[in-house]
């Protein structure tokens, strides 16, 4: 599951880079585009780890 987090946010650094070198309004896009993707990961990742531990309390219980 952390493979899944790390490289997320390795891309959405990587296409905040390429944001600095992009055209003016077509960089706007790419780094809201970054952002949204992160976000996106960051809930996703909160899920499943919540999840998860929920899952794990009930088999310890």
């Known amino acids: 599951m952390n493979l899944f987090r790390y490289s997320s946010f390795a891309l959405a650094t ?3 880079r390429l944001t600095l070198s992009a055209p003016a ?3 706007v896009l790419l780094a809201v ?5 992160v ?3 960051t809930y996703i990742y909160n899920y499943l780890l919540a999840k998860e531990d929920a ?3 009930l088999v310890s219980v």
């Open 25 to 27: 309004y077509f960089n």
């Open 55 to 57: 899952a794990k309390d």
């Open 39 to 41: 976000l996106l990961v």
């Open 33 to 37: 585009i970054a952002g949204l993707m």
């Open 14 to 16: 990587i296409s905040l």
